[in-house]
Every structure is written in C-alpha cells, then in structure tokens.
C-alpha cells in the first residue's frame, strides 16, 4: 500500500516503519460531546449519609451499550473523609431515593441516558464486588477530583455506587458519564 500526500508525493516514514504525520487531535469526550451529546453531568447537593459506610450514589445500566464515568468531583461540606467509587451488584433499596436528572453538556442536543441514577442517605441491598476508586477529602468546602484516562466502564446491566466512609458529613458533588459507541462506530 503507498501513501501519497496532497501534493503526490510519498508520506515519510521514519526509520522505525512510523508514517510522519501532523495531527490535530480532539478527546474522545470532546468529541462524542460535539457531534452526539452523549455527555451527561449527574448532579447531586448535601447528601448527608445516615451512618459509616454508606451508599449515596448509584447508577445503573439501563440500556444497550456500555456507559462509562469519566470522571467525579466531590466536596463536603460539613467534615473531612474518605469516599469510595465501588462495583456494586444486586437490587438497591432506598430509604427516600432522589431521582438523578442527567444533565447533556450540549445545549444543542437531548439524547436520553440510558441509566437509573439515584442519591439517597443510605442505599442498601447492594453487594460490593470490589473499591474502583477513592478520593481522600482531606479539607471541608473543597472540591476533589477525579480523572481517570481508563473510564470507568458500566456494561448493560451493571452498576456503581458512591460509599462515604465517615459516620456524618453533607457530600455534594457531579459524576461525568459518557454512552460509548459501539465498536464498529469507532
């Protein structure tokens, strides 16, 4: 196969078989986000966990594709703690689950998430099948955040849960989710 460039011309390759190539790249994020919004921020203000350990976060797979978190921003309010991002199995039980309205981040787009999330003070019913993530909130009224390059990735019909570890403590915060595309879409 040769390559030519606009001008006719071979492409170089460098002396370990790479093509020499400039690009301008965009974060897969960024992209999905322009061209299909499937981008969402799910919201949620002072939650304040009944006791140590916790879950006050949960989302679901609903759909047909895999959904991923890209990343979370968390701050409490209240006291310092430790919070955990957990792989969770089973059916949840509220003690008065709030409904988490996904947010898209294009304004000029509305496709629907394909996912259950909720807030509540203390979910229970949940197996924890293993710690994703933890962010250590060492300072009250400070926003932590975390950025993983990996995602982290829900299959249909799987789950995820925020734990709070301390006895007490408001927990506001925004989990960033992305629907990925398909394989062949890529």
């Not at 895999?66 to 701050?75: C, L, T």
């Not at 993983?148 to 927990?171: D, F, N, Q």
Request: proline share 4%; charged share 20%.
């Amino acid at each position: 196969m040769i390559f030519n460039d606009p001008n006719g011309t071979y492409v170089g390759v460098t002396d370990q078989n790479r093509m020499k190539a400039r690009a301008v790249t965009e974060l897969f994020d960024a992209h999905e986000n322009h061209h299909h919004g499937t981008v969402w921020s799910l919201p949620f203000f002072d939650i304040d966990p009944v006791g140590a350990n916790d879950k006050f976060f949960y989302i679901t797979n609903t759909g047909t594709r895999d959904i991923a978190i890209s990343d979370v921003r968390v701050s409490c309010g209240t006291t310092t703690g430790r919070m955990y991002i957990k792989k969770v199995a089973g059916t949840p039980s509220f003690t008065a689950g709030a409904d988490i309205t996904p947010v898209t981040r294009n304004t000029s787009k509305s496709p629907n998430l394909s996912a259950t999330a909720k807030s509540d003070t203390d979910i229970t019913g949940l197996t924890d099948d293993g710690t994703i993530f933890f962010l250590e909130l060492d300072t009250v009224d400070k926003l932590f955040h975390l950025k993983t390059s990996s995602l982290i990735i829900i299959s249909p019909g799987k789950a995820a849960a925020l734990e709070w570890v301390a006895a007490t403590g408001t927990v506001s915060g925004i989990v960033s989710v992305i629907e990925l595309p398909d394989a062949d879409d890529v």
